[in-house]
T-cell receptor, first 115, second 117 residues
């Protein structure tokens, strides 16, 4: 079974600075997807960024980018120019390509932005 | 607007009662999922369904039941057998298989907060 680990329960960053959230996962599959979801105080889950395992190029979405290291099974999220609206819980998730393509979530990292 | 709706937003249950959480989607997605979120934890999968009239247990299915009579609807019943049901419940849906840019993303509803009195 796949597992996802986020080793940083909490992180904080100064507004306009850069922060990196860590995620590692365990799988024996070669083809899969990885995601970062954001959950603000409203508790609505919002997709931040996705990465296909077969792509070597790291995904980027505006101020959000990932560092995907397939061999190391590492998938970190970098947030540049942090804004107050980035404050939220961030969840790393793994999705298999098999069957119902379930999501397996990490425990989450609570990100605080200091003004 | 396309999306996923969950109702009610807040739900209170007395000991021994069954309660049903509603989840509806108009995205024409094949797959639907129910997750449970406890404080300080990630989401855990309760049940999922890939097609109408078929569903499978997730990692924590005990004390829960579901039905999938329509593609758009996937209600979750929390039975009296669930000993610790107080949690936040999230419903999600997705397209199955490779489907272009939006393939493989799960879209989430706004959630239902269930509290046992």
């Amino acid at each position: 079974a796949q597992t996802v680990t986020q080793s940083q329960p909490e992180m904080s960053v100064q507004e306009a600075e850069t922060v990196t959230l860590s995620c590692t996962y365990d799988t024996s599959e070669s083809d899969y997807y990885l995601f970062w979801y954001k959950q603000p105080p409203s508790r609505q889950m919002i997709l931040v960024i996705r990465q296909e395992a077969y792509k070597q190029q790291n995904a980027t979405e505006n101020r959000f980018s990932v560092n995907f290291q397939k061999a190391a099974k590492s998938f970190s999220l970098k947030i540049s120019d942090s804004q107050l609206g980035d404050a939220a819980m961030y969840f790393c998730a793994y999705r298999t390509q098999q069957g119902a393509q379930k999501l397996v979530f990490g425990q989450g990292t609570r990100l605080t932005i200091n003004p | 607007d396309g999306g996923i709706t969950q109702s009610p937003k807040y739900l209170f249950r007395k000991e021994g009662q069954n309660v049903t959480l509603s989840c509806e989607q108009n995205l024409n997605h094949d797959a639907m999922y129910w997750y449970r979120q406890d404080p300080g934890q990630g989401l855990r999968l309760i049940y999922y369904s890939q097609i109408v009239n078929d569903f499978q247990k997730g990692d924590i299915a005990e004390g829960y039941s579901v039905s999938r009579e329509k593609k758009e609807s996937f209600p979750l019943t929390v039975t009296s057998a669930q000993k610790n049901p107080t949690a936040f419940y999230l419903c999600a849906s997705s397209i199955l298989g490779l489907a272009g840019v939006l393939g493989n993303e799960q879209f989430f509803g706004p959630g239902t907060r269930l509290t046992v009195l």
